[in-house]
């Protein structure tokens, strides 16, 4: 599976951004789907994660409320639209699909990685 990761900018504190990842290769509806996020000197940690079918989804607590989650297996597609956003959320955010069989919240469970798209917001 290869993942093409869009949508980043710079945007004021309050504002809105929407992300889209891309998949290209294998199937991609067989694959639970994440984005995660690393800012400057921190580890990379996950955000949002949304089974193969988008029956179940799940949220860093940071992100709860304000990011929500959504794909379109017909387009490929993985999206994560963020909402209120705080200069904390400034981070390079990269789409992941998972292997099968895997847990969702761990970085080892996803084998395949998109290029990353920056995000930052301004205070």
């Known amino acids: 599976v290869q993942l093409q990761a869009s949508g980043g900018g710079l945007v004021q504190a309050g504002g809105s951004l929407r992300l889209s990842c891309t998949a290209s290769?294998?199937?991609?509806?067989?694959?639970?789907m994440a984005w995660f996020r690393q800012a400057p000197g921190k580890e990379r940690e996950v955000v949002a994660y949304?089974?193969?079918?988008?029956?179940?989804?799940y949220y860093a607590d940071s992100v709860k409320g304000r990011f929500t989650i959504s794909r379109d297996n017909s387009k490929s597609t993985v999206y994560l639209q963020m909402g209120t956003l705080k200069p904390e959320d400034t981070a390079i955010y990269y789409c992941?699909?998972?292997?099968?069989?895997?847990?969702?919240?761990?970085?080892?469970?996803?084998?395949?990685w998109g290029q990353g798209t920056l995000v930052t917001v301004s205070s």
């Open positions: 992941a699909a998972k292997r099968a069989g895997s847990t969702w919240y761990e970085t080892t469970s996803y084998p395949y």
């Open positions: 290769g294998r199937s991609f509806g067989n694959n639970g």
């Open positions: 949304i089974s193969w079918s988008g029956g179940s989804t």
